[in-house]
């Protein structure tokens, strides 16, 4: 009898972190590519890693395993701002500078960067290609 209460409270345990995760998943319901959301649960997710440029190129390298679809970067990100812009890529709001600092001494949750894991060189090209030509 008492092996029994303890497997109902297991269980009980079990559901309770169950209706957590799923509380969480329904929260604000982004749009269809916020990066916030595996869109096949049961295959996983294979990171994207495309690019069409040199600067995009050094973005996905250096950025883009937190900061694509489900990264940290991204998940974190979609609770501060709006999570449609949750992804670095589809803001429009970015300057280099902005971009830079954040790298160079980290921001919140971010690691700040050294200049042995990105030299100076490249954080100008991948902060170029977030400002999307802004100063
Ligand atoms: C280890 C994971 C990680 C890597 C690698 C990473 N970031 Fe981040 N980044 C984050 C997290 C997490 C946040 C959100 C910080 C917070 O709000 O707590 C963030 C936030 C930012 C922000 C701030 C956005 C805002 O709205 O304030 C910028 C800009 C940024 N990252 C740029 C970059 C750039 C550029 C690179 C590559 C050179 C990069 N990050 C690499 C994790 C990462």
Avoid: W
């Avoid at 269809?32 to 973005?59: C, W």
């Avoid at 001494?105 to 100076?120: A, K, T, Y």
């Amino acid at each position: 009898m008492r092996r029994l209460a303890l497997i109902a409270v297991a269980l009980g345990a079990l559901a309770a972190c169950k209706q957590t995760a799923a509380g969480n998943a329904v929260a604000p319901a982004p749009e269809a590519n916020s990066g916030t959301q595996v869109k096949n649960a049961t295959g996983g997710m294979i990171p994207d890693r495309s690019y069409k440029s040199p600067a995009e190129h050094l973005f996905v390298d250096k950025c883009g395993m937190c900061h694509r679809a489900m990264g940290m970067g991204t998940v974190i990100l979609a609770r501060r701002v709006d999570p449609k812009i949750a992804m670095l890529e589809q803001r429009n709001d970015l300057t280099r500078d902005y971009v830079i600092t954040a790298a160079r001494n980290g921001i919140g949750n971010m690691p700040r960067m050294q200049r042995g894991e990105v030299s100076d060189q490249q954080l100008a090209v991948i902060a170029g290609y977030l400002a999307k030509g802004k100063p």
